[in-house]
């Protein structure tokens, strides 16, 4: 007989895997495969490394020091975070934040400390990278984004005002100009950023009528040869370890806030999700990166980020490190043509990256009437404190803890406790036993009245306390029952604590009669 023939099982077809949307977005293979988008990518760098000279220039004379240092700072970083950073498409370079925090160094200990603090503050972020501190950003409210966001729209509308302060006339009409072909040419091509043509019409229009304008070169002197690697001459010692450290520390700190705001704020604008860990130690090597080349150090950028993403269309690691080779290209081959533009024109840019930046719905009277009063507080605060000291790590601490202060004061409404029951034993009509039922989340916030609740005189010999309802969330709680507890024994009464969650009761057990007096 013959062999019976099996019928071979189907073979499922092969599905390849597609990324998601997001992810083909960000991709630097991709872009490199699609022409519009490399174009794209290309442009996008070029508008940013213009835009980055002046701002270089200028956060190099707050922090005291040669303009050179602010821009082989961007230089560097630029390129190094386009590699090792967590955020494609965010810009990160020399800032204002970070000038501000380290200039002491600079005024009163000299070029090499002020490098080796750079250095330290980029080491820093690495340990506080591999602590985890990315995942504090959960703890950030929404409202502290929007008022961090506001601010930030705020501060960069503000560093204009002095390119447009006792300056010849002609400016202001350059400055409309320059708004008037960002607004309008979007309108009828995207396929130049409109930006950049901007920058180009102004300057031509400039030099071509012989206008005396202020300009780049006005700024500063611009480098003429690449920066070179070098340690820092400082001694090896404790005494300098306390010299840089405060200012090391402030620097990675602040660098790290505002990177991470910075890149959550582009993971809303373009729908992705970046790695915020892999961020915070890229920073620190772009920081270590920064230093031993003779740089200023400086963190993520919001103003560039957001004509990088936001005005130039831009997504991948491709813009972030051409706008660094763009830079340094730029000042060392093109240095005289550079030092030509206007002024007029990058500050037509920055006042749009600034009106795009701020968050206009949440303003508007239909939202602020909408919104409770403490979250308009929290949003509020944040973006005084940030305008007026400068310093964004100020403006979100303050905002975070207000955030919690109020959201503190709301829950402590929520926690009651209610006299259920009393149970007659003996049957002489007097209760025996007599139940509270607490309800509500327990915490310092609302276990503080907590021993007011009960009637310790008027309470029978035995009480029940049904926490069922409830959750024991911390030392306060506990602390609050022992003191109930307390509160009997002297009355000779017995208290029963019931229906704790195993949450609450591994807490209560692990500390009840263990936190002494109260003192």
Known sequence: MPEPTTTPAPVEPHTPVVPEAGERETSTLAALRNPRRLRTEVLAGLVVALALIPEAISFSIIAGVDPRLGLFSSFVMAVTIAFVGGRPAMISAATGAVALVIAPVAREHGIDYFLATVILAGVLQVVLAVLGVA????????????????????????????????????????????????????????????????????????????????????????????????????????????????????????????????????????????????ESWG???????????????????????????????????ISTFLAGVFLLALVLGAGPAVGMIPMAALVAVMIMVSVATFDWHSIQPATLRRMPHGENLVMLLTVVVTVLTHNLAYGVIVGVNAAIILFARRVAHFASVDRVEEVDVDGDGEPDVRTYKVSGELFFATSNDLVYQFDYAGDPSRVVIDLTDSHVWDASTVAALDAVQTKYARLGKEVEIRGLNWSSAARHELLTGRLGDGH
């Open 283 to 317: 920073q620190g090597v772009a920081n270590m990166a920064s230093g031993l080349f003779g740089g200023m150090g400086g963190c993520a950028m919001i103003g560039q980020t957001m004509i990088n993403v936001k005005v130039s269309g831009a997504r991948t690691r």
């Open 135 to 278: 995942k504090l950003m959960r703890f950030i409210p929404r409202m502290v984004m929007v008022g961090f966001v506001n601010a930030l729209a705020i501060l960069i509308f503000t560093a204009q005002l002095p390119y447009l302060l006792g300056v010849p006339w002609l400016v202001y009409p350059m400055v409309a100009l320059g708004l008037a072909i960002m607004v309008g040419l979007p309108r009828l091509t995207t396929v130049v950023p409109a930006p950049l043509v901007a920058i180009v019409v102004i300057t031509a229009l400039v030099w071509a009528a012989g206008w005396q304008l202020p300009d780049v070169s006005d700024q500063g002197e611009l480098p003429t040869s690449l920066p070179e690697l070098l340690v820092p001459d400082v001694p090896l010692t404790v005494e300098t370890l306390q010299i840089i450290g405060p200012y090391a520390l402030a620097m990675a700190l602040v660098g790290l806030l505002e990177s991470l705001m910075t890149a959550k704020l582009v993971d809303g604008i373009t729908d992705t999700h970046s790695d915020k860990t892999r």
